[in-house]
């Protein structure tokens, strides 16, 4: 185990894994819509759309959590253009765990059929659209649900990317380089 000081706080541990956890799930959830039964379909997009709305104010927890609190420093052995690197792609990943969920749920409020479905947070209460979307004239409410679609998805993509990096950076790290990556964000 590495000491305290070089490993992340309890707080950071749990908020990275309840993200990253609740980010999968909603990937999984999305990505095997197309083979759930039917009257699967809409629980499955009301979850992910109330999981998405979860992570979004996680994500706000965690940046809350990183200013006031510094992580620890990047091992020693880590070159310049590595703490460049991983800088660089904490810092999108951070952007795209905000974009994600926003651009759903500006995507959602842009839905023509959005009035007749109650957007519910879990099904626990009624969690609201964004109203200058909702209000916009309807054409042009369907061209904005198209292209923040299309921003949702391919914010997607660039994460699935992003993460694979992340991923594979920590474990290149952990056994290639023989640092100990992985015990700072073990719980």
Do not use: C
Not at 9 to 36: D, F
Not at 48 to 71: D, E, M, N, Q, Y
Not at 79 to 107: D, K
């Amino acid at each position: 185990m590495p000491k305290q000081e070089n490993r992340y706080t309890r707080t950071a541990i749990v908020l990275h894994w309840a993200i990253a956890l609740l980010m999968a799930l909603n990937i999984a959830l999305i990505l095997l819509v197309n083979y759930y039964p039917d009257e699967w379909v809409r629980p499955a997009i009301d979850t992910h759309k109330s999981t998405g709305i979860t992570v979004l104010g996680l994500v706000i927890l965690r940046l809350l959590w990183r200013a006031t609190h510094r992580p620890p420093a990047m091992p020693g052995s880590y070159g310049r253009i590595e703490r460049f690197g991983a800088h660089a792609a904490h810092g999108v990943l951070y952007l795209l765990m905000i974009l994600l969920p926003l651009s759903g749920w500006m995507h959602d409020s842009a839905w023509k059929d959005a009035a007749t479905h109650p957007m519910q947070l879990f099904g626990l209460f009624e969690w609201p659209r964004i109203g200058w979307i909702s209000g916009i004239e309807p054409v042009l409410k369907e061209t904005w649900h198209t292209v923040l679609g299309g921003v949702h998805t391919w914010a997607g993509y660039v994460f699935y990317v992003l993460f694979a990096l992340h991923v594979l950076g920590a474990l290149k790290h952990q056994f290639f380089d023989g640092e100990a990556e992985l015990q700072r964000m073990l719980p």
